[in-house]
C-alpha cells in the first residue's frame, strides 16, 4: 500500500522575467499519463505562439512514470532542470510546463538550466504543497447510552471525526492514521468497556498542508 507521500493540491501558475524573456510556470496534479499529457496539450493550445513549451512530469508511488520534454530549447537544459525540482522537493504526481517567450537575448546553458528550474520552484510555491497520509477510516458502533461520553472523548482527541450517525444505535466514523489503527481500537476498547464493534471500511488519503 502506498506510503504518505508530498504532491501540490491542485494547480499554480508563476512567472518571472529574465533577461527580456518571460518564463511563465504551470503546475498541476496528475495522477496518470493521460492527466499529464492532457494538461500539457492544454497549455500549448493556450499559449500557442509561445518560443516554448517545456514540460515534465513524475508520477506513481515509486516515480514510475517520469519524462521530461525541451520543447525544442538546447538539450537537457530546460525539461531535465525541471524534473530535477521535483524530484529534489519529493513531490508525486504532478506534471509541470514552463512557458517562453522569448526576449531576444540568449541566456546560455547555464542560463537556461537556472531559469527553467527557478520558475518551476515559483510555479510549485504558487500551488502550495499538501502532505497526503494515509487514513483508516473507522467505524464505532455503540448503544445511545455511550453517546455523549463517546463523542466527547473523540472530539477532545487528535482523531478526525468525520460524521456520526443516529440509526438503531450510533455509528461513529472516525479518520485514523494507518500506523494508530490498533492504538486507536485499544482506546476505544477500553472507553466503552468492550461495548462497540470496530470495524475499518476502507482506507484513503487525506490532505494536509505543509
Given at each position: ?8 493540491p ?13 518564463f ?5 496534479r496528475?495522477?496518470?499519463?493521460d492527466e ?9 493550445k493556450e499559449?500557442?505562439?509561445a ?5 515534465a ?8 512514470i517520469?519524462?521530461?520534454n525541451?520543447d525544442?530549447?538546447p538539450?537537457?537544459t530546460?525539461?531535465?532542470p525541471?524534473?530535477?525540482v ?16 522569448f526576449?531576444g537575448?540568449?541566456l ?7 531559469a ?9 510555491e504558487?500551488?502550495g504543497i ?7 477510516l473507522?467505524?464505532i458502533?455503540?448503544d ?5 461520553k463517546?463523542?466527547?472523548?473523540i472530539?477532545n ?8 450517525e ?6 461513529f ?16 476498547t ?18 494536509f498542508?505543509?
Amino acid at each position: 500500500m502506498r506510503e504518505n507521500y508530498l504532491t501540490i493540491p491542485s494547480t499554480g501558475t508563476n512567472e518571472l522575467i529574465i533577461s527580456k524573456s518571460r518564463f511563465i510556470a504551470h503546475c498541476s496534479r496528475a495522477e496518470s499519463e493521460d492527466e499529464a499529457l492532457d494538461f500539457i496539450l492544454k497549455i500549448k493550445k493556450e499559449h500557442s505562439s509561445a518560443t516554448h513549451n517545456c514540460s515534465a512530469y513524475l508520477i506513481g508511488e515509486h516515480d514510475q512514470i517520469q519524462k521530461a520534454n525541451d520543447d525544442g530549447e538546447p538539450s537537457g537544459t530546460a525539461g531535465v532542470p525541471m524534473l530535477e525540482v521535483l524530484k529534489k522537493q519529493g513531490l508525486k504526481d504532478i506534471v509541470v510546463v514552463v512557458t517562453r517567450y522569448f526576449g531576444g537575448i540568449k541566456l546560455g546553458a547555464g542560463g537556461l538550466v537556472r531559469a527553467y528550474g527557478k520558475a518551476t520552484t515559483l510555479g510549485i510555491e504558487a500551488a502550495g504543497i499538501v502532505e497526503c497520509r494515509l487514513h483508516a477510516l473507522i467505524k464505532i458502533s455503540v448503544d445511545y447510552t455511550l453517546l455523549g461520553k463517546l463523542e466527547h472523548e473523540i472530539r477532545n482527541s487528535d482523531y478526525l471525526l468525520d460524521r456520526i450517525e443516529y440509526l438503531e444505535g450510533v455509528d461513529f466514523s472516525v479518520n485514523v492514521e494507518r500506523e494508530s489503527v490498533e492504538r486507536f481500537s485499544e482506546w476505544i476498547t477500553n472507553l466503552t468497556s468492550g461495548q462497540s464493534t470496530i470495524t475499518v471500511e476502507k482506507y484513503h488519503f487525506l490532505e494536509f498542508e505543509k
